[in-house]
């Protein structure tokens, strides 16, 4: 008898899992009245990169995205609930992207930087493909693309430095296990 092996354990399964909720309640939960687009990225990359960094394995983003824009599509606020999914699964991809390139080294702050700037600018960027699709005017679009990208890029990069943080206090507390590539 052969033995099918998932690509993610169990604990994996799970913690990508809680993380992906945890992304959907943190941005249902808390609302920062700055009013900025991307605003949200301060606080919302953080447990993605850190679940990114705890598995270490490709799809780990993408598997909090989809988690995350499942549970957005279905009980989100946006009114176009349905393409949410695409935005968390942009989210993760590209932190998933940054990840493979970096090498996971997630607590530099300098590539927590990174990530959550490339993590937020590609919610961004599917967020503006939506609204085209839909027939949203593009002079509009782009001058709503000026000044998100610069905010996006601010809070994007916030949180990931944040997440650096984070996971550096986590591995000096034992928390989460260092790995001997790093």
């Known amino acids: ?31 920062i009245p700055l009013h900025l687009p991307g605003s ?9 990169i850190i679940g990114v960094r705890v598995v270490r394995k490709p799809g780990a983003g993408l598997y909090i995205g989809l988690i995350s ?5 279905f009980f ?18 590209a932190i998933d992207l940054t990840a493979l390139i970096f090498g996971y080294q997630f607590t530099n702050p300098l590539v927590g930087f990174i990530g959550g700037v490339f993590g937020n600018m590609a919610k961004m960027v599917v967020n503006y493909g939506v609204q085209f699709f839909f027939g949203v005017q593009t002079n509009l679009i782009l001058i709503g693309i000026g000044v998100a990208s610069v905010t996006h890029l601010i809070f994007g990069g916030i949180g990931g430095i944040l997440a650096s943080l984070v996971l550096r206090r986590l591995l000096k507390a034992g928390v989460i296990e260092a790995d001997e590539r790093t």
């Open 76 to 93: 989100g606020n946006d009114p176009l609930h349905l393409f949410d999914l695409f935005k968390y699964l942009a989210l993760g991809g």
């Open 69 to 73: 824009g499942v549970l957005a599509s």
């Open 1 to 31: 008898m052969v033995e099918l092996r998932g690509y993610f354990s169990l604990y994996e399964t799970a913690l990508l899992s809680l993380i992906g909720a945890m992304v959907f309640v943190l941005n249902r939960l808390f609302e």
């Open 40 to 48: 949200s990225g301060i606080y919302w990359v953080i447990p993605v």
